[in-house]
């Protein structure tokens, strides 16, 4: 009997599965590294050049199969490749290797994509740090065509197999879960913001990433179990432990199935008090999973992650297309588009990225935004035309004073002037709200919601300003408390001022997908609630069980507590007590 290995990974989309591993071999590419006659430089250059050309036919072909339908995120992904293959600096950096160093055109390559590499290792944001995996995907493929090797295989994968790789690319991710058959994924690299955890979470396909060196020790063919929730993969587990994985699986399946009969079920209290179910979304690829879930529109759409995985700033036409596509999905429900949310460490600026010392306090957002007028123009000029194609709501981040508010407002009412005067059309006019996720936004409620159409509680910011914690400092995360007395003051603080001027107010931070604080969220009084698509089914199972009197008390209750601890210790008790035998 072969014994069990167990590996502790990060969790990167819940779900439990159990089958049989399906090995990619994602080993290095081998590089070859030969010194030239200077006589055979220039046709070195010239084979660099014609497999840049074959990568592109490559890419180009990949993109077209992948183009049908909401695979269309990947196909942006593989476009942004094809980006970096035609970069003038990447090309002409590699041809003066070629020639001024006599190297071959695969180590030339390698060289220079080591060197774009170490650009990416010092950003302190996670996501854009893992962007640093494309340039190598992108190398890669130039290699293996330098090689004459086969690439993009069609992988025949079993269905229900866990498939297992060092790390996979993003066209490999793409065309694996277009088959369907995927029973999970398991990567040595990669996190939370990889692009395996992006698909995977998209499709509702469990995923552990970021597991170190078991890839390895996986062979094809062997039985592992994945929890995708927990971040454990176990490699041919014990009968015991099988069973116990099989029962887990079981019982998600059958609250998945149960979840997805409620999706067309109202969110509203026994009392009959109605609140909105929204999706929060990064990319076009998660709506049909968010309305499988029952959202009733989208909350929160974090257009910035369009902006990334790319050389430059998306044109005015790719903004409109990605808009008009998320706006098309959804049909008539309303679709919240924030602005670009990029900014101190985020930035690139003409192609170098700037450091500053204190980037959460820094040039973000939309004060990134009302700095870059050009960028910030073509993002709204896209969203002015592409309001013609559904329900929009147009969000601006990171307010912190009215003037902001009025300013960005103003840029896009220009742009409205200047599109009309050129006969461009344009939907009715749509709302425009604020993400409050400031103390000076929040303390300043009443005056913002003079002139904002509505506010979204931006609670992951919020929390982070309002009790001085860095949200990516690992040493500080014990102080992250959502029930901070303080926090549950400043939300009631901006609902009653939302509410004193008739406008609704949501939330859209991760605060509002918690479902052990749905009781306290709706006895605050928000109107609408932004998550991701797996939180919604049980938040909703909570608020259609409970009155709003039930909500009220406990809220009352809990803030006569004054520690977060106390007051966490009894959400705990009262929501264990309420709900822990539905589990
Ligand atoms: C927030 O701050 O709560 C929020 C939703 O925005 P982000 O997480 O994108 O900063
Ligand atoms: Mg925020």
Known sequence: MTATVSFQGIGASPGVAVGHAFVIDSRKVRTPKVKLKPVEAESEVMRFKTAISLSDAQLEELKVKLSTGAENEHALILEAHRMMLHDPMFIVEVSRLIKEESINA?????????????????????????????IEFVADRLVRNLLGEVVDQELEVPLGAIVVAHDISPADAAMLVKTGRVGAFVTDLGGQTSHTAIVARARDVPAVVGLGKCADSIRAGDTVAVDGRRGMVLVNPSEEQLAL??????????????????????????????????GNIEFVDEIPSLLAHGAEGIGLYRTEFLFLDRPAPPTEEEHYQAYRAVLEAMGNRPVTIRTLDLGGDKIPSSKKWEKEINPALGLRAIRYCLQNREMFRAQLRALLRASVHGNLRVMFPMVSGVSELREARSELEACRSELSRQGVPMGRRFQVGIMVETPSAAWIADRLAQEADFFSIGTNDLIQYSLAIDRQNRDVAYLYRPLHLSILRMVQHIVEAGKRAGIPVSMCGEMAGDSSLTLVLLALGLDEFSMTSGQIPVVKRIIRSVGMNEAHDLLNKAMQLTTAEEIERFIKSEMDRRFAAEG
């Open 245 to 278: 994985f099989r029962e887990t699986m079981r019982r998600q399946l059958a609250t998945e199935a149960l979840a997805l009969k409620t999706a067309e079920l109202p969110s509203v209290t026994i009392d009959g008090h109605s609140v909105r179910l929204h």
């Open 106 to 134: 695969e180590w030339a390559v390698r060289r220079v994509c080591r060197r774009l590499r170490h650009q990416f290792d010092n950003l302190e944001d996670e996501y854009f740090r893992e962007r640093k995996s494309d």
